[in-house]
């Protein structure tokens, strides 16, 4: 057996061992909280025995639980809502607190003092949403729905709202209708990409370059919580933030939302280097949607307390236009496109070896594809308004190119409380987006080239939660998560090859124009088709126990990652025309002689990596004011592999794969080079250390402190250039 499948054999052993009850799928610890605290009698004495009931006012599910000898409990695991918390015990009065909102990952402190009386007595405190947490390190900020609904988003992206959390910085929000790179910041100064990102438990982290996946439309969300510092063993990865975002979920009460934002171009005016008939800017910004939530009511069942769903919808119609304004670039005249560069301002060279126009300047030989190009760029004396390829061009040259956004987002949670010891939930969302970059890589002929994106995410997330016992607690989720990208082209004629006349073969499967730049007049070309895909898929499992001063926490995740890409680069080639050759940079391109041609055969990867981890953490209440926060981390980092044409030099190594090739040339498969090029470590232990000081016992103020080893990965073989047979041919 492979050291690969050894790991994961002891992975999944140990997964085993450690989730004895694991015998139904449950929901991931990550998106829960906890309410706990102490039960005293007017002396300060504990009261054990104590009867605590919580009961979520959104969907009136009550959990009970009983304190220990010391007068304690603790509801490890509670779904994100609004709580009224109930503590009875015979011979005193009994006393509630309400309105207690909990987040997800947060611990709330309800403890109560109570007097003597009756049980039917019954004194209830409003509770304050300025609560501090006396029983875990970790620094964290909710932000809740109220905050992501009203604050101004002009994106509608409420991943915007993370820079209003203290260490935050270098701010980058994805493509509004997406991208491969995802939503990254800064955390207390690390990396823009090492942080985590959570949809209801399930892991939505873009892994090729980090950063978080799109969100469902801020009014399908409940809240978010971002986890800044000190996290517990159950997070890792990376080291920065851990981001988990919560959707809306339906409550026994109806409720519903519709909106439209609409900006139009109603105020919107001519841009200033365009002259008539341009028209004014074109610019349409529209938000639209609405959703519903509620009990599902059908005939012979009612859902109210049991079954609930929230659905949603948004659209964008973002509606903008590309200017190529006049000044931007330089175009020939009628003279110079014939060869005739006597009435130019720069003049070709009549040195010797360079007099390709002839001595006086009007003879330039004229190539076949550069001539074909000149059909795309405008003329200079363009008197009126034409139209190519869908670009409208003005006197004397600029340029105007509708440049459309389109993205519908569906989104559908259902929660349905099975029976009171298993609450199970299912999340689809769906965004699909469109795009037009008109100036991709520097284009400035708009009917030349053009590159149009389409991305779509789509997340499932399954989730239950299993009540064994008051002190015994199971979640499991399990998701699936697929990000594509298609770039593709606008402009469906001249495309390079036969079409443009020129003679050199396309380096890869996907064609385009090539990229064209000549030196003081302009840059053509430059959309380059690829198609990108992102899936990863996987189980999380949690298990809570808590044992008279001890919360256990143990479990771990088994994620596989899968990436695909196929994409053109440069392998429809890039020239550079500067007037190296004939000392005018657009005599040569005129006459089609480059001063510099690049080409490669693209981009192609099939490539696939597991990202298993294994945790336990203790929160021990060492006393009544002092909690311990013990915790370990084990994380296996496996590099992407699968085509097996990564390889190394290792000086005297000889290839088994390959006989042939030269000493010290290496690679996937042979003794010395493993999948990946890396060696897997198994010793990646991340110990976990904090504390929290109630100071003055009442809950008001806490003093916390941890200490944490963290790992982070980067993909070297992506990036590094280490693809060998069949080589990344460049030319």
């Not at 402190?109 to 405190?125: D, I, L, Q, R, Y």
């Amino acid at each position: 057996m492979s050291s690969q499948g050894r790991a994961l054999f002891t992975l999944t052993l140990l997964t085993l061992l450690l989730t004895p009850f694991c015998a139904e799928t449950a929901r991931a610890q990550t998106v829960t909280g906890s309410i706990y605290g102490t039960i005293n009698d007017a002396t300060g004495a504990a009261i054990p025995g104590a009867k605590i009931t919580a009961t979520d006012l959104e969907t009136n599910h009550s959990t009970s639980a009983t304190t220990n000898s010391a007068g304690e409990y603790v509801f490890p695991v509670l779904n994100p809502g609004t709580f009224k918390v109930t503590a009875t015990m015979s011979g005193f009065g009994t006393m509630t607190q309400d309105g207690l909102h909990l987040a997800a990952n947060q611990n709330v402190n309800a403890s109560f003092t109570m007097k003597a009386g009756s049980v039917n007595t019954e004194v209830t405190v409003e509770s304050t949403d300025e609560l501090i947490d006396t029983r875990e390190s970790q620094l964290a900020q909710t932000v809740e729905q109220k905050r992501i609904v009203d604050l101004p988003l002009s994106s509608r992206n409420a991943y915007d709202l993370v820079q209003l959390v203290p260490g935050i910085t270098n701010f980058s929000e994805a493509a509004t209708a997406g991208d491969t790179v995802g939503t990254t910041f800064s955390t207390n100064g690390l990396r823009v990409n090492f942080n985590s990102f959570y949809l209801d438990g399930a892991y939505d982290t873009e892994f090729f370059r980090g950063g978080g996946n799109i969100l469902p439309p801020p009014d399908a969300l409940r809240e978010f919580r971002i986890i800044t510092s000190n996290f517990d063993a159950e997070f890792g990865r990376y080291p920065g933030a851990v981001v988990n975002t919560i959707t809306r979920s339906g409550q026994n009460q109806w409720h519903g939302v519709a909106y439209d934002y609409l900006r139009n171009r109603v105020f919107n005016g001519r841009n200033y280097f365009t002259r008539p008939p341009a028209p004014k800017v074109q610019y349409v910004q529209n938000y639209f949607g609405g959703g519903v939530g509620g009990p599902v009511i059908i005939p012979h069942f009612n859902g109210r307390n049991k079954l609930f769903f929230f659905v949603s919808y948004q659209g964008l119609r973002f509606r903008t236009q590309t200017t190529i304004n006049s000044g931007t670039i330089q175009v020939p005249t009628d003279a110079e496109r014939s060869g005739d560069f006597s009435n130019s301002a720069t003049k070709p060279s009549t040195a010797t070896g360079k007099a390709i126009c002839g001595a006086t300047y009007n003879h330039c030989p004229l190539d076949a594809a550069t001539q074909a190009v000149l059909q795309y760029i405008p003329h200079a004396d363009l008197s009126q308004s034409t139209t190519n390829n869908g670009v409208t061009l003005y006197h004397p040259d600029a340029q105007e190119m509708s440049t459309p956004t389109n993205i519908n987002q569906f989104i559908g949670r259902f929660d349905y409380q099975i029976n009171p010891a298993h609450h199970a939930q299912f999340t689809y969302f769906r965004s699909i987006g469109s795009s037009i970059n008109a100036t991709q890589n520097g284009n400035q002929i708009l009917d030349f080239s053009a590159a149009n994106t389409t991305v779509s995410q789509v997340n499932y997330v399954l989730a239950d939660t299993w009540i064994l016992s008051p002190k015994m607690v199971n979640t499991l989720t399990g998701f699936y998560t697929l990000n594509k990208s298609v770039v593709g082209n606008v402009i469906t004629t001249g495309y390079f090859g036969p079409g443009l006349g020129m003679t050199v073969p396309n380096g890869g499967p996907l064609i385009t124009q090539p990229g064209l730049a000549v030196t003081g007049y302009f840059t053509a070309g430059g959309a380059r088709p690829n198609v990108t895909a992102q899936l990863s898929w996987g189980v999380e499992d949690t298990f809570n126990w808590t044992l008279n001063k001890h919360t256990l926490k143990y479990g771990g995740a088994a994620i596989y990652n899968r990436y695909n890409e196929t994409a053109s680069f440069l392998a429809s080639a890039k020239a550079t025309f500067n007037g190296s050759i004939t000392g005018n940079a657009l005599a040569d391109f005129i006459t089609g002689r480059a001063q510099t041609f690049q080409q490669n055969n693209g981009s192609l990867h099939r490539l696939h990596a597991w990202d298993p981890s294994l945790f336990v953490q203790d929160d021990w209440r060492v006393t009544r004011r002092f909690t311990a926060n013990l915790g370990l981390r084990w994380e296996i980092y496996y590099p992407f592999t699968g085509q097996l044409n990564f390889g190394n030099f290792i000086p005297g190594e000889q290839s088994k794969r390959f006989p042939s090739a030269p000493a010290g040339y290496v690679t996937e498969g042979d003794p010395n080079a493993p999948p990946g090029l890396l060696d897997v470590s198994l010793r990646k232990f991340a110990p976990r250390v904090g504390f929290a000081w109630d100071v003055f016992g009442s809950g008001k103020m806490s003093v916390r402190g941890a200490y944490g080893l963290f790992y982070s990965f980067s993909q070297e073989p992506f990036v590094g250039n280490l693809e060998q047979q069949p080589f990344a041919l460049s030319i």
